[in-house]
């Protein structure tokens, strides 16, 4: 098989995954389906991946070693995708065991498969969270990221660590990708766009974090997987990979590559975007910051555009739609 992608039944997972298999390629996806939220949702997502005769899936954690160990027995893969991991700032304050089981002893799972499978090319999901309180605005992938304010942030912050030494170590081509805010069909219901636009549409009140002070690089789903195909065929070597960064050098076939739209929306223009296309009034809780959360985010995507031409594509305005739309038709209002 050419290409493990793991998270296969999240949001971002699933949606590269059907790229893939639309293009014809064989892909073994994997996901544990835990219930840190709807898993009927996760369900739906897979059943569009089952349809296609070039896709295999495995119920497994990242975590379990075991199973891991299995797949390196059974498969050959080429690529590595890896996009599992237990999301969410604010559950991080919650649960920090989830976060340390999945994206620190999961991680040094797959990287140990990397290793042993000698693949072409591992991407990994990082985070636009690991820039923490950063007051330079747009982020950078040269910027100091020693500051994460949540532990979910630091275990990306980690994650890019481990991919540096392993790729150090036994060259192993990696590039982690920092993700800016994600949304659209089939988007996670832990994350703003989807509360909102649930709250909204159910006459309910939403939270309002900052008292709406607030702006994030939000980027559409079709522009996120574009980034993550591109970046896939953009193969760091120890001389050409994106140097400058403080987790570069030449010693290792390693990036970090900003995946964002570049150009942040104040939150309650979003807000008002999704009253628009749903036709009914937000009702509002304005509350302080909470912990763990940062006021802003502004990626520089220069980087990835210049390696592979990404160019983000869809409009806030035609983004919400598509959201509000596919909201209403998933749940039969």
């Known amino acids: 098989m050419k290409y493990l992608l793991t998270g296969v039944a999240g949001f971002i997972g699933s949606e590269v995954c059907l790229a893939l298999l639309q293009r014809g390629e064989e892909v073994v996806g994997i996901d544990n389906l835990n219930d840190y939220y709807d898993v009927l949702l996760k369900e739906s997502r897979l059943a569009k991946l089952h349809e296609f005769s070039n896709f295999i899936f495995r119920k497994i954690s990242v975590e379990n070693r075991d199973a891991i160990a299995e797949l390196n027995a059974e498969y050959q893969f080429e690529y590595i995708i890896h996009l599992a991991a237990q999301a969410g700032v604010r559950y991080s304050i919650e649960n920090p065991e989830a976060y340390i089981d999945s994206n620190l ?46 532990l979910y942030a630091a275990t990306k912050k980690a994650n890019e660590a481990m991919a540096h030494s392993y790729s150090h170590l036994y060259d192993i081509p990696a590039t982690g990708l920092r993700f800016f805010t994600v949304y659209g069909p089939w988007g996670r219901p832990d994350m703003a766009p989807f509360l909102f636009t649930d709250a909204i549409l159910g006459n309910r009140p939403i939270n309002v974090f900052n008292h709406g002070n607030m702006a994030r690089d939000f980027t559409y789903i079709d522009d996120v997987v574009d980034g993550v195909l591109l970046a896939l065929n953009a193969i760091p070597t120890k001389h050409g990979g994106m140097m400058g960064s403080s987790l570069n050098d030449t010693t290792a076939c390693f990036q970090v590559l900003n995946v964002g739209n570049s150009q942040p929306v104040k939150l309650m223009d979003f807000i008002q975007a999704i009253e628009r296309f749903s036709g009914k009034k937000a009702k509002m809780n304005f509350m302080d910051m909470q912990k763990g959360d940062v006021p802003s985010t502004y990626a520089d995507i220069s980087q990835l555009r210049t390696l592979t031409g990404y160019s983000p594509k869809t409009s806030i305005e035609d983004g919400v739609q598509a959201t509000v739309s596919w909201y209403r038709e998933y749940y039969g209002l």
């Open 105 to 150: 002893v999961g991680f040094g799972n797959i990287l140990e498969l990397a290793r042993k499978q000698s693949v072409r090319h591992l991407v990994y999901a990082s985070s636009s969270s690991v820039y923490g309180e950063n007051g330079k605005q747009p982020f950078s992938e040269q910027d100091n990221v020693d500051h994460p304010v949540s």
